[in-house]
């Protein structure tokens, strides 16, 4: 999604974030929301960014990324949890360890924009619904 020079490198640098294209990052969303009954995806974790105030430390203690009451970083991927009793807003994982600038760039993505296209007016119910439409169901 973010181009070729991420492909071969093997990681997204905070600056190519914008390029990737707002319906690419909604689908990856959708697909999220749709898994998970609306408990993992980028725009939960944007909710929850939101709800804390912008502020990393209290969002990553409430989607359970750090333990302890200083707040160390869960060791990758072994203390991550990947179940869906996780925390709400626990996944997808995106590395913060050298810093937030890709999380944050992320999180400020056009495709979160109410503008950005019809998915994103809808609610995170309404997307995952929408998502799940052509799902075959077993």
């Not at 319906?23 to 709800?51: C, I, P």
């Not at 750090?66 to 009793?85: H, I, L, M, S």
């Not at 999380?103 to 019809?118: N, R, Y």
Request: no cysteine.
């Amino acid at each position: 999604m973010a181009g070729q020079g991420a492909i071969q490198r093997g990681w997204v640098y905070f600056t190519e974030v914008p390029t990737i294209p707002a319906a690419d990052l909604q689908t990856v969303d959708a697909l999220w929301l749709a898994a998970s009954n609306n408990k993992f995806g980028y725009s939960v974790q944007r909710e929850r960014w939101l709800q804390a105030g912008k502020r990393w430390a209290k969002f990553f203690k409430a989607i359970d990324w750090t333990v302890g009451e200083n707040n160390v970083y869960r060791k990758w991927p072994a203390e991550f949890k990947y179940e869906f009793d996780a925390p709400k807003g626990h996944m997808p994982l995106t590395n913060a360890l050298r810093g937030t600038q890709l999380f944050q760039a992320i999180m400020e993505h056009p495709a979160w924009a109410k503008s950005a296209g019809s998915s994103s007016a809808m609610s995170i119910d309404e997307r995952s619904k929408a998502a799940g439409q052509n799902t075959l169901m077993f």
